[in-house]
Nanobody, 119 residues
Framework: QVQLVESGGGLVQAGGSLRLSCAASGNIGTIGTMSWYRQAPGKQRDLVATSTSGGYTNYAGSVKGRFTISRDNAKNTVYLQMNSLTPEDTAVYYC?????????????WGQGTQVTVSS
């Protein structure tokens, strides 16, 4: 099994910054895509940013230019640097990863970390 543990959420004022981290542990062979999603109250879970093992990154239009996804493959960790935060960024942020072990490939979610941006 694989576990994803997020950290770094919290309360910040509009215009501020936060850095989220997501560390993968367990039965890990290789990690492919790692992504961040978010879900605001009453809304669906939406993709925020993606990082592939080949170095490709992609962002939702609403965060492009403000958020940066990065990863440390040696630490099996993905980060999300969030700048110029607005109240519309308030949500639970989830880490997602595709992990291949010796015998299968699985898709895993973290437990989520709350980000609240006050106006």
């Amino acid at each position: 099994q694989v576990q994803l543990v997020e950290s770094g959420g919290g309360l910040v004022q509009a215009g501020g910054s936060l850095r989220l981290s997501c560390a993968a542990s367990g039965n890990i062979g290789t990690i492919g895509t790692m992504s961040w999603y978010r879900q605001a109250p009453g809304k669906q879970r939406d993709l925020v940013a993606t990082s592939t093992s080949g170095g490709y990154t992609n962002y939702a239009g609403s965060v492009k230019g403000r958020f940066t996804i990065s990863r440390d493959n040696a630490k099996n960790t993905v980060y999300l640097q969030m700048n110029s935060l607005t109240p519309e960024d308030t949500a639970v942020y989830y880490c997602y990863a595709i992990v291949t072990s010796a015998w299968d490939t699985g898709r895993y979610w973290g437990q989520g970390t709350q980000v609240t941006v006050s106006s």
